[in-house]
């Protein structure tokens, strides 16, 4: 399989040097992300584009590629190509024709074509050449240089000739780690995940920060996403899980300050915290899912006050989206159906919560406030590299068997989304398997027939691993992970 790799456009107008570092950069993360694949993966740079050459065994494989290669930040597009060489002009139409006939019946096309090397040639003329040979010898609906029903796009390039079999618009933005790194106070919220998800598109390696409110099931979540988040997008670079515990620290707020305050003082003692945190690792700002208005402690008075706590820079992504277009963009990253199911712990609920904090009552406020607690609670941050949230899992869920053969009359739950299991269908002979997305199962579990075994799976374990240990701690003993 042979894939060209086009360049998201702000790099392609870069000055020469911080262009060759970005594609270098792109080159490295995509052998990265790629390593662990059954399958070997080639890349090539050509300074205006990457070559990839995957040498992939079944359409299976083919469809991961191609899903992978759209979700790596800095490619603006892939073209599936089938690869030859030519030795003429003569050449190289006869060898689209061979391909292209059949497909042009009683349809309108155009031939467009890019060149590159030393040839007696010029690109607009393989058009021509091409273009034409194909009206006159290929019964077809006629040339049409405007909206054709289909476009042939060749590339020439020396003694090559690609045909593009396949053009696929990928995520664009900027590769990993162009941009500093940066901390997201990650809820598992739909926000702080799509502020995150902004981040990464923009080239900044970002590392997630999470607020222990309370309840066990709310940091597994919030877990869930976050490695949702990396793996799907950001796997190039290994990143940061930092739990704070907050207990205690919402338990002060709650006993020592005013009601219509606590909101505001909750998130400047967050800021704190984080910014020390960040400090510590080296990161440069700070990152958050506020929209300006969306909620009381998001009005432009309050983010002031909260803003003036730290001397970081505070990054909000979303603060012009509104709520409808924050669900939307969750939607299409995958990122929704967390958010959707995910626990709410707010900590703190205000009465009547100030929208225009004045920062002569918050510190007065916060002068009734225990600061050791914060200082407490930084002596107790648990650090993971998040690539071991699926370690973790293994850990937390020992009580759950994994099984890689399956008992007679065992029925697997496949609780993938819809795209994952449309791009590799799980079929097992002799086994029932039913599809259930994770989101849905906390709901539907508990109507399936519970004097049958069920064995959870996904493509590489630790979503079934923490859906498993939620079943668990709800009484249901009879759920296991499945492994191929």
């Not at 790629?34 to 992939?56: C, I, Q």
């Amino acid at each position: 399989m042979k894939v060209i790799i086009k360049l998201h456009p702000e790099i392609t107008i870069k000055s020469k040097s911080v262009r060759k570092r970005f594609t270098k950069i792109l080159e490295s993360n995509i052998r990265n992300i790629f390593r662990p694949y059954a399958f070997d993966v080639g890349v090539m740079n050509k300074w205006d584009k990457l070559e990839l050459s995957a040498h992939t065994n079944t359409p299976e494989q083919s469809a991961q590629v191609i899903d992978q290669l759209k979700r790596i930040p800095g490619i603006e597009q892939i073209l599936v190509v089938r690869e030859s060489t030519f030795t003429s002009l003569e050449d190289i139409y006869q060898q689209v024709k061979l391909v292209w006939q059949d497909k042009l019946a009683n349809k309108t096309f155009a031939v467009r074509a890019k060149r590159r090397g030393n040839h007696e040639f010029s690109s607009t003329e393989i058009g021509r050449y091409v273009g034409g040979g194909l009206f006159q010898f290929c019964e077809t609906g006629g040339v049409k240089l405007k909206d054709p029903d289909i476009t042939i796009s060749l590339e020439v390039e020396n003694n090559h000739l690609f045909m593009v079999e396949q053009r696929i618009f990928c995520l664009g933005g900027l590769p990993i780690p162009t941009q500093d790194d940066v901390l997201s106070l990650m809820s598992g919220g739909f926000d702080s995940g799509v502020a995150s998800y902004q981040m990464i598109r923009r080239g900044a390696r970002t590392h997630y920060c999470f607020f222990k409110l309370g309840g066990e099931q709310h940091e597994i979540g919030v877990k869930q996403v976050s490695h949702y988040l990396w793996q799907r997008y950001g796997a190039s670079h290994k990143v940061k899980f930092i739990t704070v515990d907050f207990a205690d620290i919402v338990t002060e707020i709650l006993e020592n300050v005013e009601n219509s305050q606590m909101g505001v003082i909750l998130k400047r003692m967050m800021l704190r915290v984080a910014s020390r945190v960040a400090e510590h690792f080296g990161i440069a700002s700070l990152v958050t899912g506020e929209s300006l208005g969306q909620v009381s402690s998001q009005t432009l008075a309050n983010l002031s006050v909260i803003d003036k706590v730290t001397d970081m820079l505070v990054l909000r992504p979303l603060i012009c989206a509104d709520k409808q277009e924050i669900i939307n963009t969750a939607r299409e990253i995958g990122t929704e159906d967390f958010a959707r199911t995910m626990p709410e712990y707010c900590g703190v609920i205000s009465n009547k919560p100030t929208v225009r904090a004045v920062m002569e009552k918050i510190e007065a406020e916060e002068a009734k406030f225990n600061f050791d607690l914060l200082d407490q609670a930084l002596e107790n941050v648990e650090v993971m590299d998040i690539r071991r949230i699926a370690e973790l899992a293994n850990q937390e869920v020992k009580q759950v068997e994994t099984v890689e053969q399956l008992s007679k009359g065992a029925i697997v739950l496949d609780i993938r989304s819809r795209e994952e299991q449309e791009i590799a269908p799980l079929k097992l002979a002799n086994t029932e398997v039913q599809h259930i997305p994770f989101f849905r199962l906390a709901t539907a579990f508990g109507d399936l027939d519970q004097s049958k075994d069920y064995f959870l799976y996904c493509d590489r374990g630790v979503m079934s691993k923490m859906q498993a240990l939620l079943l668990h701690e709800e009484g249901f003993s009879n759920v296991s992970v499945y492994r191929k």
